[in-house]
């Protein structure tokens, strides 16, 4: 397949009644070497340009290369709505068209179309609302292209993997079995070389258990499971250091000891990562075949509509997209 002179990257809005279409106009006012294409209701965009006091003119997704214009640009593939938007109010409607466009993204990137998918936010509960069974992007993009997959958030300081993703606490200790360790640990390794160019990743493995199960008298997760998963692991050479004290594990002196740090479920570190770098984390796809980075925020109800949603996050989301196709360019 010949190479694009520029990447061209599918840019999913999410929840049409959250910030994701305003985060995509605002995204569009920024220079990028890159063909930004907007998956998603063409009037949705407009509308959200207009609370964003953005002018912003739409093209096709094909056509060509556009005329100098004070406006602002960006192409579209257009998926219509459901339901007219209500700012703060998401509509099971809409259900059908937020996953249309995951797909539309997801087949393009499978097919070439697309070098990178970069989504905004989407409500996990309204599309459960509407009858299906969802539970969030990396499930339905692991699901699409057919892929083990590993959620993982990074922010220029700190990297951090998931063990489990969207899963009711209670069954957490259930899932932490040694097969699913392996698996994820294998996928965090392999991408933390391919993605982010690390010859020989040290990754920091936490503990299930408060105090990592302090030698077993606070719960047996890590003598039982993690701990001969991860003996195994370093058999094959892997530099893997844990299971850690969840509690301890973020202290300077042992972020220091790791590139990225396994997490046995979502609440354990990401407060960490979006406490101190909210506005720079981006959650990305491990093992996916191809590259799909996100905002590592949700739908921002209580600012939709306002005009005031900070697109920090998905500009670092559409930076690390670019980095990462130019990695893998350069390693083809
Ligand atoms: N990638 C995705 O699709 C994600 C979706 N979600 C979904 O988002 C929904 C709402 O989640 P919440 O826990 O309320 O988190 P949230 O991130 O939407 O909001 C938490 C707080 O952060 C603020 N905030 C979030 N994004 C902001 C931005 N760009 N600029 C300024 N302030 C911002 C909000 O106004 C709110 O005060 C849930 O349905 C969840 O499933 C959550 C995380 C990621
Ligand atoms: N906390 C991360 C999150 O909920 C985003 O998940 P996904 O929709 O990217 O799978």
């Given amino acids: 397949m010949d190479?694009?002179?520029?990447?061209?990257?599918?840019?999913?809005?999410?929840?049409p009644a959250g910030v994701g279409p305003e985060l995509l106009a605002r995204l569009a006012s920024i220079p990028f070497d890159a063909e930004l294409v907007a998956i998603?209701?063409?009037e949705l965009l407009k509308r959200?340009?207009?609370r964003c006091d953005i002018q912003l003119e739409l093209l096709d997704e094909d056509a060509p290369a556009p005329a100098i214009s004070t406006a602002v640009q960006l192409r579209v593939r257009h998926v219509p709505l459901g339901a007219t938007e209500r700012p703060g109010h998401p509509d099971p409607a809409n259900a059908a068209h937020v996953l249309a466009t995951l797909a539309e993204a997801a087949d393009g990137c499978l097919s070439g179309r697309y070098d990178a998918v970069v989504t905004a936010p989407l409500q996990k509960a309204s599309i459960n609302e509407a009858g299906i069974a969802f539970s969030g992007h990396t499930e339905f993009f692991a699901e699409r292209a057919g892929a083990d997959v590993v959620m993982m958030l990074a922010s220029p300081e700190l990297r951090v993997a998931l063990a489990t993703t969207h899963l009711p606490l209670a069954a957490v200790p259930a899932a932490i079995q040694a097969d699913l360790l392996t698996r994820t640990l294998r996928i965090v390794d392999a991408e933390l070389r391919a993605k982010f160019g690390i010859e020989r990743p040290r990754i920091g493995v936490l503990g299930l258990n408060p105090h990592a199960g302090e030698s077993g008298h606070l719960g047996?997760?890590?003598?039982?499971?993690?701990?001969?998963?991860?003996?195994?692991?370093?058999?094959?050479?892997?530099?893997l250091l844990g299971p850690l004290p969840a509690d301890t594990a973020f202290v300077p002196v042992m972020r220091a000891r790791y590139d990225a740090v396994l997490a046995m479920y979502h609440d354990q570190a990401l407060p960490v990562l979006k406490s101190e770098a909210f506005d720079r984390t981006v959650?990305?796809?491990?093992?996916?075949?191809?590259?799909?980075?996100?905002?590592?925020h949700g739908t921002a109800l209580d600012l939709a509509g306002s005009?005031?949603?900070?697109?920090?996050?998905?500009?670092?989301?559409?930076?690390?997209?670019l980095d990462l196709v130019q990695r893998a360019r350069n390693n083809a």
Avoid: K, Q
């Fill in 3 to 15: 190479i694009r002179p520029r990447p061209r990257l599918a840019l999913t809005a999410g929840e």
């Fill in 40 to 42: 998603t209701d063409r």
């Fill in 48 to 50: 959200a340009a207009r």
């Fill in 220 to 239: 047996r997760e890590e003598i039982d499971i993690i701990i001969p998963a991860l003996d195994r692991l370093r058999d094959e050479g892997m530099d």
């Fill in 283 to 296: 959650n990305l796809t491990l093992g996916l075949p191809f590259i799909r980075t996100s905002v590592d």
């Fill in 307 to 321: 005009g005031r949603a900070d697109a920090s996050s998905l500009i670092a989301a559409t930076r690390m997209a």
